[in-house]
Structures are given as structure tokens and as C-alpha cells.
T-cell receptor, first 115, second 115 residues
Framework: DQQVKQNSPSLSVQEGRISILNCDYT??????FLWYKKYPAEGPTFLIS?????DKNEDGRFTVFLNKSAKHLSLHIVPSQPGDSAVYFC??????????????FGKGTKLSVKP | EPEVTQTPSHQVTQMGQEVILRCVPI?????FYWYRQILGQKVEFLVS????????KSEIFDDQFSVERPDGSNFTLKIRSTKLEDSAMYFC?????????????FGPGTRLTVT
């Protein structure tokens, strides 16, 4: 049951360039989307989120875009830095019937930023 | 910066044994979660906990699993009789309030190995 899909298992980008990580979802009831970053031997770290009522949210070098009609979101990192090298997880949540917002994750995309 | 902590970092146990994984959520957070990640697979939701009771649980969270907040700081996950397929990274997470419930902060994880 892949409600959240990250179709690219890996992405390699040159330092200073833009990294674009993509995520697709199938459940139109999702109302909140998040990106997490994960380094080896650490837990996922919250990066940025977006509500379904918005189409863009920006935080420093990170911008998330949401296209509800296409059920697609993307994370842009610009400029990319070597320290951004990590696995990036897309996650979605839906608020219904008292649900406390359990997160449904994609499989992740491993980003490598080369100096 | 406040963080979620988990102990132990690695637990090895024999099939059929009981294990307790421990977590200390961020002190002012009210919502607590357990997730797991089997090697090579997605991070999967197990259970959410609020106001000393389970809010939501997944199909994975069967009768072999239980959670408890034994005091004001700890949050535990117990597996009564471990199976080989329980081998995974177990992540604890917490969030501050309902309105920001989706922004969950994760601990570093406990690697459970069942032999």
C-alpha cells in the first residue's frame, strides 16, 4: 500500500546547484505534508512542512511546493551544500475522526551533494 | 535544543523474549508516537498516545505490543514475545500540541535484533 511514493531512490547534485526531490501521493484526504531528513544512525529530523491549503512554503534554502491536482509535492534545496547529503523522506498525514496525525512515509531519496 | 532520547541504542534478544524500549520525549510535548523501520523498508507508524491512552494504532500494533507512560518523563514500548520479524529500528517521536501535532520530533532510534 504505497500511499506516499518517492520514485527516485537516489539523487546526485553538484554543490551550489539546486536539488529537487519529488514525492507523489494517492490519498486525496491527506491534509498535511512534511519533509524529514535522516542521517545514518540518527532519527528523522523535521525539515519543512506544508498544509494542503497552501501551494508553497519556504524556509531559508528549503522550499516545498504542493500541486494538489497532480497529488505531487517537491522539495527544492538551493543552493545545495555537502552537508545536505542525507536521505530525505516525504511524509503525509490526515486529520480525521480524532486521528492524532500519524505520519505515512515514502521510501526516501538519498541525496548526495558533491563538492 | 531539547531532543527526544531513546535507550538502549541497540538491543539483541532471543525469539520469544520480552523487550522494553524506552523513550524520553521532549518535556513540554503532549503527543507521543512509536514508529519502526525494517531494514530497507519505509518508516511505519505503530501507535500514537495522548492523555495516557492510545489514540490510534496500526495493524502492526497487535496484542504483542503495548505502550505505557509510567511516569512524567518516560514513554515505553513493550513487545511481549518477540519474533524474528520484529527486528527493526524503532523510533519514538513526540509533538507539542494538536495544532502542531504533525510536526513530530524523532529520537535516534533503538535497533532491535531478534535472533
Amino acid at each position: 500500500d504505497q500511499q506516499v511514493k518517492q520514485n527516485s531512490p537516489s539523487l546526485s547534485v553538484q554543490e551550489g546547484r539546486i536539488s529537487i526531490l519529488n514525492c507523489d501521493y494517492t490519498n486525496s484526504m491527506f491534509d498535511y505534508f512534511l519533509w524529514y531528513k535522516k542521517y545514518p544512525a540518527e532519527g528523522p529530523t523535521f525539515l519543512i512542512s506544508i498544509s494542503s491549503i497552501k501551494d508553497k512554503n519556504e524556509d531559508g534554502r528549503f522550499t516545498v511546493f504542493l500541486n494538489k491536482s497532480a497529488k505531487h509535492l517537491s522539495l527544492h534545496i538551493v543552493p545545495s551544500q555537502p552537508g545536505d547529503s542525507a536521505v530525505y523522506f516525504c511524509a503525509a498525514s490526515r486529520n480525521y475522526g480524532g486521528s492524532q496525525g500519524n505520519l505515512i512515509f515514502g521510501k526516501g531519496t538519498k541525496l548526495s551533494v558533491k563538492p | 535544543e531539547p531532543e527526544v532520547t531513546q535507550t538502549p541504542s541497540h538491543q539483541v534478544t532471543q525469539m520469544g523474549q520480552e523487550v522494553i524500549l524506552r523513550c524520553v520525549p521532549i518535556s513540554n510535548h503532549l503527543y507521543f508516537y512509536w514508529y519502526r523501520q525494517i531494514l530497507g523498508q519505509k518508516v511505519e507508524f505503530l501507535v500514537s498516545f495522548y492523555n495516557n491512552e492510545i489514540s490510534e494504532k496500526s495493524e502492526i500494533f497487535d496484542d504483542q505490543f503495548s505502550v505505557e507512560r509510567p511516569d512524567g518523563s518516560n514513554f515505553t514500548l513493550k513487545i511481549r514475545s518477540t519474533k524474528l520479524e520484529d527486528s527493526a529500528m524503532y523510533f519514538c517521536a513526540s509533538s507539542e500540541a494538536w495544532t502542531t501535532a504533525y510536526e513530530q520530533y524523532f529520537g535516534p532510534g533503538t535497533r532491535l535484533t531478534v535472533t
